[in-house]
């Protein structure tokens, strides 16, 4: 059973950024699937969810309107579409398969 994140990298502010999350081992589509961030000295925080059972997609206020998750269920992967993007969103990046099972993380780094 694994998660890998990928798409992380250094990027100037206003730019974009796709991260992959990509499953092995078990179905990512029959959990909820959730981004999380934790910045340098912070608490991790969930920033992004899809359901499984519909596909809904909640977002937390400090990235509503700039980041897009999505799923793709025959590559058995989702994604973090990151637009606008601001020096406060430099952190790692985890994606989650229902809290359950989580990958090793992704570092978005934005300069100014």
């Known amino acids: 059973v694994q998660l890998v994140e990928s798409g992380g990298g250094l990027v100037q502010t206003g730019g974009s950024l796709r991260l992959s999350c990509t499953a092995s081992?078990?179905?990512?589509?029959?959990?909820?699937t959730g981004w999380f961030r934790q910045a340098p000295g912070k608490e991790r925080e969930g920033i992004a969810c899809i359901t499984s059972r519909d596909d809904t997609t909640s977002y937390s206020d400090s990235v509503k309107g700039r980041f897009t998750i999505s799923r793709d269920n025959a590559r058995n992967a989702a994604y973090l579409q990151m637009n606008s993007l601001q020096s406060d969103d430099t952190a790692v990046y985890y994606c989650?398969?229902?809290?359950?099972?989580w990958g090793q993380g992704t570092l978005v780094t934005v300069s100014s």
């Open positions: 081992g078990f179905t990512l589509r029959w959990y909820a």
């Open positions: 989650s398969g229902g809290r359950l099972h």
